[in-house]
């Protein structure tokens, strides 16, 4: 599975060098060090490559996940057919940020 951000993806690259033992425990960002070993342990090493190896063509810096959430919220409020109309999502999103070009 490919990263979806180039955070995602240095990352993944950090977790990946931490277990194949290329990157040792003093070497880690003390602020990532956690989620780093965390991720480490619960991939696999063929996992962990498969996300560190993406391209960082084309990916955005970081991906804003509250959107993604958000979006699920206003979905579930709408459970009579759950569909949204695009103009209504778009509504929304600039509501959620103002300065996004949509």
Request: hydrophobic fraction near 30%; avoid cysteine; glycine fraction near 2%.
């Amino acid at each position: 599975m490919p990263a979806r951000s180039k955070s995602q993806q240095r990352l993944m690259g950090q977790a990946y060098a931490y277990k194949s033992g290329e990157l040792k425990n003093k070497d880690l960002n003390p602020e990532y060090a956690d989620k780093i070993k965390k991720l480490a342990k619960s991939m696999t090493k063929k996992q962990l490559k498969d996300f560190a190896k993406t391209k960082h063509k084309k990916l955005p810096e970081k991906i804003e996940e509250n959107i993604i959430l958000k979006f699920n919220e206003m979905n579930s409020l709408n459970d009579k057919d759950k569909t949204i109309k695009v103009k209504d999502l778009i509504k929304y999103l600039q509501t959620l940020n103002p300065e996004m070009e949509i």
